[in-house]
Structures are given as structure tokens and as C-alpha cells.
């Protein structure tokens, strides 16, 4: 049996999604790097009582370890630790060091941004902060909130024995939490239940261009090969991922599975070790030693500041033209205006010459044009909303695409950079 945790992610902000939950994934993917599976992540909002139930609802399943994240601020509304002292009937008790320690920090804070607060308000604040559960772990602030570790009840025993699980209680902002993890699996009761965790690997493969129904019926196929392995294929703009999840000793079992995958997808998998496109892109470009520049009409940009997320991008991107209008197009790519008055701005004609527009202005290796029409407006019978012409050119090889992109305005732009991507790739490989 795998070691399992339960998250408890609080905030009324997440719960009602103002705020996406960037912890609850972050603590799955660390935990699953020490072999700790994840048994449920819950996400309550900032209500003492719904708080309550998540940590009686994880204990029952069982877990072996609960972490919390959020609600540890100096406000009425933060009231994480004490909801996890008295689910561990440990009452909590002001901890007059910490207290000093937090109100260094807090003192510190308020000079470097030059507030003035109320000092009663802040002592309270502060006080709140260092209220500590009898027979916990402090973890040490990295805002100003400390964490901590709170083991089960010394004497109190589960239906099944065991003591309950410990509970780690970790601040929301993100920054923090991330900061503040390496204390909490060094802390003894939790390294107590990694101890005894058993290595979990996981793969990822990508492919471009594959059905899942297809994908789904080479895994029927496979049959009882398959059955030590976890898999699961989820489609996530337009790429079919495959996350496999496996005990080292089935490692020969995945082994076969991916070569399958490979056998059968040869065109299709485009990554078999988890690289993403922006990197298989990036290693292409770097390992030919190409540069490359774009021209975008419909997506205005987002190609280029997507090819600059990497670090380290300015070894093989030289720039970008944003040609919005059909007289930037003309004037910053140097499209022939007969041209776009002609064929259309949307067209494959007009794509080829924004890929070597970009290429001949910027000086680049590799050229991308992108033209199309984003809607909600503009759209017609012949050239629909959605509709979007591509071309990579590297001067001698031009590679047009066309695409019907399904979906609103987001959609469109944002499903046109990542093929714009997919072909890049494509003419890369090609000419290797
Ligand atoms: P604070 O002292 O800031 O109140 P806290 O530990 O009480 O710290 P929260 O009040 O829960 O933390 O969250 C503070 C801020 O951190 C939130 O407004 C939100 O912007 C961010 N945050 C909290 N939880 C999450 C989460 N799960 N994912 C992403 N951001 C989060
Ligand atoms: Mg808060």
C-alpha cells in the first residue's frame, strides 16, 4: 500500500475561484517526488467548521498526512492553527519568542514600506501569530506567518490503531509555502512518514495530433501489460498527454508501454521525457543554431512573448513584428499591399510573405507569419471566425498551414501559438 496525504487548500478567494489554486498542484508534485501519493486535495473556504470537517474527513480515510495551506495571517478570518490544535486537541499557547521574533519582522516590514499602522492592532495581529498548539513544530516564518507541525494526540487512539495523521499548516501566498517546505519534510513527524514512502516514478508522454479514442484502443490492446502501471491521458490544447505513474520495480513494464506508444504514434510523439514544446522547440533551435523572428497579424505578439518565457531565449530569438493592420503588414514586413488587396490579408499568400518578412527584417534564420481572424466579427462564408493561415519559412523550405480554430477570441489567439509552435518544430526536424 502507497503512503498517502490529504491537502486542505483554505481560502474563500480559491473556493470561489478569484483565485486559481497554485498550492494544492505544487504540494501533490512535491509530495509525489518523495513517493507520497496524493489521496484528495479539498479546498474549503475561510469557515472554521468546513475547515473541521476536510481534517475529520481526511483522517477517516485514512492518510498519513495532512497538509493545510492558508489562513495564518494576522486577521479574524485566519484561524488555521487554531482549528488544527483543536482538531489535535492540543491547546495553543502564546509562544513569547516567536512573538518577538514576528514583530521584528513585522516591525521591519512596516518601516521598509513606510507604513504607520496601529500599534495595538499590530500587537494584537502579532499575538495571534504566535499562538502556538501544545507539541508543535514551529516552522519559522518566511512572510511574516510561521508554519507548523502538529502530530496527532499523544494519547488517543484511531479505530485502527494508529495515531491519526500529523497535520503541516502552511501560509497561502504561494511564495511562501514553497519557501517555507523544506522545514516542514525536515520536521520529525513528517519526515517520519516520508521515511517510510516508497518511490514513485512518473513519465510524460506528448503527442500532436492523435485521437484519445485511438490512444484509449492501443491500451485495450495491451491489456493486463498495462495493469502495474497508472496512467492517465488527459487532452490539453490540442496535445494528448500521457502520465504514467509507476513503483521502480515496474519499471520494465513502462519501459514497454512507451516503446508501444512510440511503435505506434511514430509521427505523432513529439516528446517521450516529459520536455515540453516551448523546450523541444528551444533545444532544436539552440542545437542547429538558428534564430528565428515572427510576424503576427492575429496573435499580435503572444508567439513572440511566448518563445521569450524560457530563459535564456535571446540566444535564438531576434525579435517580432506586430502587424495589426494591412499597413503595418506592408510596412514593417514589407508585404506587397497588391498582394493583401488581392488575396486577402487572411490568406496563405500573405502568411508566406509575413514568415519571410520577418525573416529579411530581423535578419533571422527561421521566419513565422500568422494571419487569421480571431472573431467574434470579421468572419465570412469563405473565411470563417477561427480561420488561420500559418508559414515557417527558413529561406528555402516554406511550410503554409491552414487551420479552422474551434472556440471564442482566447481560444483562437491562444491555440494559434501553440500550432505556430507544433510547425516550427516540424520544419526544425525536417531539416535536421
Ligand atoms: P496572509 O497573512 O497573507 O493572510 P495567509 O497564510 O493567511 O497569509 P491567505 O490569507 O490564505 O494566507 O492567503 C493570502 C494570499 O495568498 C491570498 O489572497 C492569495 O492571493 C494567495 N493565496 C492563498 N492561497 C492560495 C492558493 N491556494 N493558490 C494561490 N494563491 C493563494
Ligand atoms: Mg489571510
Not at 58 to 87: E, W
Not at 226 to 246: A, F, M, N, Q
Request: glycine share 10%; proline share 7%; aromatic share 4%.
Amino acid at each position: 500500500v502507497s503512503t498517502r496525504a490529504g491537502i486542505v487548500v483554505t481560502g474563500t478567494e480559491v473556493l470561489t475561484g478569484r483565485v486559481a489554486d497554485r498550492n494544492g498542484p505544487w504540494l501533490a508534485e512535491q509530495l509525489r517526488l518523495v513517493g507520497v501519493d496524493i489521496a484528495e486535495v479539498i479546498v474549503v473556504g475561510d469557515r472554521p467548521a468546513d475547515l473541521l470537517a476536510a481534517l475529520t474527513h481526511l483522517a477517516d480515510r485514512p492518510v498519513d498526512l495532512i497538509i493545510t495551506s492558508g489562513g495564518l495571517g494576522p486577521t479574524a478570518d485566519d484561524l488555521t492553527a487554531r482549528v488544527v490544535g483543536d482538531f489535535h486537541q492540543r491547546p495553543s499557547a502564546l509562544d513569547p519568542e516567536l512573538e518577538r521574533r514576528i514583530a521584528a519582522i513585522v516591525e521591519r516590514l512596516q518601516r521598509g514600506r513606510g507604513w504607520r499602522l496601529d500599534p495595538e492592532a499590530t500587537a494584537a495581529g502579532v499575538r495571534k501569530q504566535a499562538l502556538v498548539p501544545a507539541g508543535a513544530t514551529v516552522l519559522e516564518p518566511v512572510g511574516t506567518a510561521p508554519g507548523l507541525v502538529v502530530p496527532p494526540p499523544d494519547d488517543v487512539r484511531r479505530p485502527d490503531g494508529s495515531a491519526g495523521p500529523p497535520v503541516v499548516v502552511l501560509p497561502g501566498p504561494p511564495r511562501e509555502l514553497q519557501n517555507m517546505w523544506p522545514a516542514a519534510v525536515a520536521a520529525p513527524p513528517v519526515a517520519a512518514v516520508i521515511e517510510q514512502a516508497r518511490e514513485l516514478r512518473q513519465n510524460t508522454l506528448r503527442l500532436w495530433g492523435t485521437m484519445e479514442s485511438d490512444l484509449a484502443a492501443m491500451m485495450r490492446e495491451q491489456g493486463a501489460a498495462l495493469d502495474d502501471l497508472e496512467i492517465t491521458t488527459c487532452l490539453r490544447e490540442g496535445e494528448l498527454e500521457i502520465v504514467t505513474r509507476y513503483g521502480p520495480d515496474r519499471q520494465a513494464d513502462y519501459d514497454r508501454f512507451a516503446a508501444a506508444v512510440a511503435d505506434r504514434f511514430p509521427d505523432t510523439l513529439f516528446s517521450a521525457d516529459g520536455a515540453t514544446i516551448d523546450e523541444i522547440v528551444a533545444g532544436l533551435l539552440r542545437a542547429q543554431s538558428l534564430t528565428i523572428a515572427t510576424a503576427e497579424s492575429c496573435t499580435a505578439g503572444l508567439l513572440a512573448g511566448r518563445l521569450t518565457e524560457l530563459a535564456g531565449s535571446s540566444d535564438y530569438v531576434l525579435g517580432g513584428l506586430v502587424v495589426y493592420s494591412n499597413q503595418a503588414k506592408h510596412d514593417l514586413a514589407g508585404v506587397p499591399t497588391e498582394l493583401i488587396e488581392r488575396v486577402g490579408a487572411v490568406s496563405e499568400e500573405v502568411a508566406v510573405a509575413l514568415a519571410d518578412g520577418a525573416r529579411d527584417r530581423l535578419g533571422a534564420d527561421i521566419g513565422v507569419g500568422i494571419t487569421g481572424i480571431a472573431g467574434p466579427g470579421g468572419g465570412s462564408a469563405e473565411k470563417p471566425v477561427g480561420l488561420v493561415h500559418f508559414c515557417v519559412s527558413d529561406g528555402t523550405h516554406r511550410r503554409p498551414a491552414r487551420w479552422v480554430i474551434p472556440g471564442g477570441r482566447s481560444e483562437v489567439r491562444g491555440r494559434a501559438v501553440l500550432l505556430a509552435l507544433q510547425l516550427v518544430r516540424r520544419l526544425l526536424q525536417e531539416r535536421r
